[in-house]
T-cell receptor, first 113, second 116 residues
Framework: RKEVEQDPGPFNVPEGATVAFNCTYS??????FFWYRQDCRKEPKLLMSVYSSGNEDGRFTAQLNRASQYISLLIRDSKLSDSATYLC??????????????FGTGTQLKVEL | DAGVTQSPTHLIKTRGQQVTLRCSPK?????VSWYQQALGQGPQFIFQYYEEEERQRGNFPDRFSGHQFPNYSSELNVNALLLGDSALYLC???????????????FGSGTRLTVV
């Protein structure tokens, strides 16, 4: 079983639509959680951190359910510029110190006119 | 304020050759991690360097080795290249924060390695 699992998509949605991505992780000792965005042939960039209380940044809302080991990202009022791959990322921590980000395979979003 | 700088941006090598990739971390960052991203996959953790030592390592063979210098810059070396080593190699820098917290990771734009 992969440590972080995501539906690879692609999700093709019309501009203005609401789209939701989900992710599950296997390491119950994971301590911090993130969504990263990656544009084609570019490096990943942090979109937002994810907290159990839920957090919102403009049109983006992220939620963490530790009991179910489940992370979600909701994008409202999709824009063409939202087209990218969204990576679910978990920090499991490392024995002996340090931090290791574990990435899902990413979910591809295509927003269309 | 320069971000993470990686060189070269693109590289073509032949099977069996050796390659060295370089990374300069963001100013003030002291920890460097390397990731391999194959086409259609998420980045995979190779190893992390802090205080010039390899602190942790992912599931990669010994052909992958690295180094961190006193100025925090880092190199990734891959020996005996295989076709399957073709990928985007990403360097990420950060502050050394307590285990479990990884805010502040900054990725470089990567080195795209093609092995033929």
């Amino acid at each position: 079983r992969k440590e972080v699992e995501q539906d690879p998509g692609p999700f093709n949605v019309p501009e203005g639509a609401t789209v939701a991505f989900n992710c599950t992780y296997s390491n119950s000792a994971s301590q911090s959680f993130f969504w990263y965005r990656q544009d084609c042939r570019k490096e990943p960039k942090l979109l937002m951190s994810v907290y159990s209380s839920g957090n919102e940044d403009g049109r983006f809302t992220a939620q963490l359910n530790r009991a179910s080991q489940y992370i979600s990202l909701l994008i409202r009022d999709s824009k063409l510029s939202d087209s990218a791959t969204y990576l679910c990322v978990v920090n499991g921590g490392l024995t002996g110190g340090g931090n290791k980000l574990t990435f899902g395979t990413g979910t591809q979003l295509k927003v269309e006119l | 304020d320069a971000g993470v700088t990686q060189s070269p941006t693109h590289l073509i090598k032949t099977r069996g050759q050796q390659v060295t990739l370089r990374c300069s971390p963001k100013s003030g960052h002291d920890t460097v991690s390397w990731y391999q991203q194959a086409l259609g996959q998420g980045p995979q953790f190779i190893f992390q360097y802090y205080e010039e030592e390899e602190r942790q390592r992912g599931n990669f063979p010994d052909r992958f080795s690295g180094h961190q210098f006193p100025n925090y810059s880092s190199e990734l070396n891959v020996n005996a290249l295989l076709l399957g080593d073709s990928a985007l190699y990403l360097c990420a820098s950060s502050f050394n924060v307590p285990t479990g917290y990884s805010y502040g990771y900054t990725f470089g734009s990567g080195t795209r390695l093609t092995v033929v």
